[in-house]
């Protein structure tokens, strides 16, 4: 299974940028799907994820400003960033729980980063 996310991204202060993310691969099923990132010096963090059936929690510093949403019969799922802030400046990346088989384990598997990069 691979996730293959958008290309680096920039933009200024209360600009908007929307990623993308496809999984592809043997792929039974996709549970969760999600977005996290990871400033320098900081920790990886969770941004957004969403479930099979829709149902969505974001982080408390992008709440009301990213919407996650997710396409299951493209195995894919996107990020809708508004008014972004230079803290909002990390490596960005996508995240899937999937079952490869009907009888395998949900595992989950991430994608390669999208450096974004807001401006002051």
């Known amino acids: 299974v691979q996730l293959q996310a958008s290309e680096e991204a920039w933009c200024s202060l209360g600009g908007s940028l929307r990623l993308s993310c496809a999984a592809s691969?043997?792929?039974?099923?996709?549970?969760?799907m999600g977005w996290y990132r990871q400033a320098p010096g900081k920790q990886r963090e969770l941004v957004a994820t969403i479930t099979r059936g829709g149902s969505t929690n974001y982080a408390g510093s992008v709440r009301g400003r990213f919407t996650i949403s997710r396409d299951s019969a493209k195995n894919t799922v996107h990020l809708q960033m508004n008014s972004l802030k230079p803290e909002d400046t990390a490596v960005y990346y996508c995240n899937a729980v999937v079952v490869v088989t009907t009888t395998a384990r949900p595992y989950a598997y991430w994608g390669q980063g999208t450096l974004v990069t807001v401006s002051s």
């Open positions: 691969g043997s792929i039974f099923r996709i549970n969760d």
